[in-house]
Nanobody, 122 residues
Framework: QVQLVESGGGLVQAGDSLRLSCASG???????MGWFRQHPGEEREFIAG????????WVKDSLKGRFTISKENGKDTVYLQMNSLKPEDTAVYYC????????????????WGQGTQVTVSS
């Protein structure tokens, strides 16, 4: 099991930006990393993914233009840059490793982070 350590969540106002980070303790053999989020009472949803080399990305259509995923290969760290935040972005955000970007669309992951709370006030 790979330890994923997330950071960067917090309380912000609508319109602000946040950058979430997720550091992988070691290369797990997974081919991709990604971000999910979970609103209270709802299922966890896949919102962004990147392959291990950082050359391919996927972002949920409704978040394109505001959310960007990137990866720092030397540190095996993935970032989620979130701009123009809205109250509906309030959720617990989870980092994951997975066999591939598309596997995460099916909810298939190898390891999960512990989650970090993002709260956006209006």
């Amino acid at each position: 099991q790979v330890q994923l350590v997330e950071s960067g969540g917090g309380l912000v106002q609508a319109g602000d930006s946040l950058r979430l980070s997720c550091a992988s303790g070691r290369h797990s053999g997974s081919a991709a990393m990604g971000w999910f989020r979970q609103h209270p009472g709802e299922e966890r949803e896949f919102i962004a993914g990147i392959n291990w080399s950082g050359t391919r990305t996927w972002v949920k259509d409704s978040l394109k233009g505001r959310f960007t995923i990137s990866k720092e290969n030397g540190k095996d760290t993935v970032y989620l840059q979130m701009n123009s935040l809205k109250p509906e972005d309030t959720a617990v955000y989870y980092c994951a490793t997975a066999p591939g970007i598309m596997s995460m669309t099916l909810g298939t992951v190898d390891d999960w982070g512990q989650g970090t709370q993002v709260t956006v006030s209006s």
